[in-house]
């Protein structure tokens, strides 16, 4: 950005002054002048190279400047917006950075000709310190906060251009929004909470035993009340510009508050575990959202890379995280069944936190997740309620899949929404099936994200042959099935996971099945019940792999779920020659499990039976490292699935492969890899958590180090998975954690 010529900051406080040294060390202006009534603050502000320099007539100050930023009490803006109007200014951009932009509008209106009105661009920084005054200023002040821009209609975009890039150039995140808006949100998540811990210290500092009251005040008294401690003059002031908006969120505050104190009166717990559980999850909820971060990614994760070390065995026993699709299922049918639902061995990855957080938006009372425990308070099947707004599900396509089937039947409507990566996934399929059913489902371009759901739609019951084999768009079938008139069948050509007629039947919901068709009949309910989820079976295909290829391996992972749709890589690992068995098969509710021993053995290459891949499709990254590393030649057809998900997996792993030394050539729906010696390297996962695990198990039998690019996905699908590999025997760290 070329330099400008001449920055008046007008008001030498804690934001003027940090924006004037901010622009001054960036060097964007020939000249940084400040005004301020106060003359040590005038004099301050040079001494400490805060300004070139300072006046205190503000037209003298003006003369030739390029931009003028004005920050000053917001109740005194319309008197300043007054007095620019009546000088001349030429061609420069007035700026501000009041908290309330309504009344600031107003005042401009009422002053500025049009073109005055075409170079004035309305601003908000949304930062600031316990400090105050000129010397307060610090020029990183506004590095990673948000800057609001509320251009005016008339507001020229060379204009809001020049003003976005000054605070870029400080390091803030800018957004623009328009003025209505600004002040809604502000008054909900500023003005209400400080107007509240004004208002509570002074009630209780009026009360005679106001000392004993404040002496035994904790930690959560003095958190919520510390917003007290700021300038009673400049909340007096944003209160009363922003007073119409402050009023109606008040308005909404006050009627939530008189239904907290009925269920308090009636002793209504279930109102209030309900209050307090949906608050908590969604402050960590919003809070990840807004940070850009995975539910359960730790703070400040950008690009994460893992390093596995060659060598090593795999000996002892573990336990493996809770499976996902069937903790899904769990949750969504303990949500709508009658009564309380236990359900234990809870996945706590991202996916199965969107999926409650939905539900808890949608107004299901939920306990937990605790160390893999959650207890949900069943609405039934008419019970949830209309969200308050989009529902976010992260990047889990399995979550919008499943409810867009439950939510086809709602009497309200309903948007799913998901992060950049869920935006690119295919929705087509499932809303078109669930579009023949009755529903109006409509989705973006391209038939992606989000899905807009049209409540209150009459569905049918229909025999539905799926033009492609899909447990997901199956499983939304049966779930709108459940508020269809008359009988939902689903025909399946190929077998597909059956988790979801397992856990209708756990609920006591029952699912016919005859001859490769599933057959469900509308107006039964759903019983709460005790769910245990077993080990994720995809997860511990990693690991089935790794004892596989490492010499001298003996693994033992206790409780992994077996149902015979999901053992495909099994099947196929025994074909190339793992020795694998189950001890102690037995039941969890209605789905398989047992625990698995592995014991590492030499591989063969093999070309993969069509009737296997189905039952495989997310195992596939880990199979393609066996396959590297057995002798002779793996071949794999029809897999065309794998290229549909977070990234195109099979083109992810052949790079992967070819730069560690192996070769391998895809073709559509498939590849052909020639067993050989890995070597160490270097592998971009194009953020993919299944090829980073992969890559991981890969270095155990590469000649050198194997460097993983990519990984920050990974906790949230697989949860320690580090952590497990470390107990395994696997020699895995994140990079920078050595």
């Known amino acids: 950005m070329p330099a400008l010529g001449r920055l008046v900051v007008v008001g030498l406080g804690l934001i003027g002054g940090s924006f004037a040294k901010g622009m001054r060390q960036s060097g964007l202006f020939r000249e940084v002048v400040g005004v301020d009534l106060d003359a040590p603050s005038r004099q301050r502000a040079v001494e400490l190279g805060i300004t070139d320099r300072c006046e205190a007539d503000l037209a003298t100050a003006c003369v030739g400047a390029d931009v003028i930023q004005l920050a000053v009490p917001i109740l005194a803006m319309e008197t300043l917006l007054g007095r620019l109007a009546g000088l001349e200014l030429g061609h420069a951009i007035i700026t501000d950075v009041g908290s309330a932009k309504g009344n600031i509008e107003r005042a401009a209106r009422a002053v500025f000709s049009a073109p005055r009105l075409a170079r004035f661009v309305p601003g908000h920084p949304i930062a600031g310190s316990e400090k105050s005054g000129v010397e307060a200023a610090n020029g990183g ?122 269920a308090v009166a009636e002793g209504d717990g279930h109102h209030l575990l309900g209050v307090f559980t949906r608050a908590r999850a969604a402050r960590e909820h919003f809070g990840k959202i807004l940070a850009r971060r995975a539910y359960v990614e730790a703070p400040g994760k950008g690009e994460v890379t893992y390093v596995g070390q060659p060598g090593g065995m795999l000996r002892g026993s573990l336990r493996m995280p809770g499976d996902k699709a069937i903790s899904h299922r769990a949750i969504l049918l303990g949500s709508i069944a009658e009564g309380v639902t236990q359900i234990e061995g809870v996945v706590e990855g991202e996916d199965s936190l969107a999926t409650l957080q939905a539900l808890r938006d949608m107004g299901v009372v939920i306990e937990g997740p605790q160390q893999g425990r959650l207890t949900l308070h069943g609405v039934g099947l008419h019970g949830l309620q209309a969200p308050p707004g989009a529902l976010y599900l992260g990047g889990s396509g399995m979550s919008m899949r499943l409810l867009a089937g439950l939510l086809a039947g709602q009497r309200f409507s309903s948007e799913l929404a998901g992060n950049a990566s869920l935006s690119r996934r295919a929705m087509a399929r499932v809303a078109t099936a669930l579009g023949q059913m009755g529903a109006k489902v409509a989705t973006a371009e391209d038939g992606r994200p989000p899905l807009r759901i049209q409540g209150g739609q009459a569905l049918r019951g229909i025999d539905y042959n799926p033009p492609v084999a899909s447990t997901q768009v199956k499983s939304a079938v049966l779930l709108a099935g459940l508020y269809a008139q008359g009988s939902t069948t689903v025909r399946e050509t190929a077998p597909t996971r059956d988790h979801t007629e397992r856990m209708l039947r756990t609920f006591g919901y029952p699912v016919h099945t005859e001859a490769g068709a ?88 093999i070309d993969i039976p069509d009737a296997l891949v189905p039952l495989a499709t997310d195992e596939f990254p880990a199979l393609f490292v066996a396959a590297a590393c057995a002798q002779g030649r793996t071949v794999l057809r029809g897999a065309h699935a794998m290229q549909v998900k977070q990234t195109d997996r099979l083109q992810a792993m052949a790079e992967g492969l070819q730069a560690l030394g192996i070769t391998c050539q895809t073709q559509p729906g498939g590849i052909i890899i020639e067993g050989g010696q890995l070597q160490g390297g270097e592998v971009n996962t194009q953020g993919d958590h299944r090829v980073a695990m992969a890559f991981c198990v890969a270095a155990l039998c590469a000649q050198g180090a194997v460097r993983v690019r990519g990984c920050a996905s990974v906790a949230s699908a697989f949860p320690n998975f580090i952590g497990l590999c470390a107990q395994a025997g696997l020699h895995v760290v994140e990079e920078g954690q050595m």
């Open 141 to 262: 002040l506004f590095k990673r906060h948000k800057v609001i821009l509320t251009p005016l209609d008339e507001t020229e975009p060379e204009a809001l251009a020049t003003v976005d890039r000054l605070w870029r150039a400080l390091g803030a995140s800018v957004e623009h929004m328009p003025i209505e808006r600004h002040d809604e949100v502000l008054a909900a998540t500023s003005h209400l909470p400080h107007l509240l811990a004004f208002n509570l210290v002074d009630s209780l500092a009026r009360r005679h035993e106001n000392l004993e009251i404040f002496r035994y005040a904790a930690g959560g008294f003095r958190d919520f009340t510390r917003i007290a401690g700021s300038d009673p003059l400049m909340w007096h002031d944003i209160f009363l510009a922003n007073r119409d908006a402050v009023l109606r969120q008040l308005d909404v505050f006050r009627d939530d508050l008189a239904t907290l104190r009925e």
């Open 518 to 605: 599933l057959q469900l009949e509308p107006g039964r309910a759903l019983q709460g019940a005790q769910v245990e989820v077993p080990g994720d079976l995809s997860s511990a295909a990693f690991l089935l792999v790794a004892a596989s290829i490492a010499p001298g391996s003996d693994l033992l992972l206790h409780n992994v779920g077996v149902n015979p749709t999901r053992t495909g890589v099994i099947d196929i690992l025994r074909l190339m020659g793992a020795d694998i068995t189950f001890e102690q098969p037995r039941l969890l509710g209605n789905e398989p499990a047992a625990d698995i021993r592995v014991r590492s053995a030499l591989l063969k290459g």
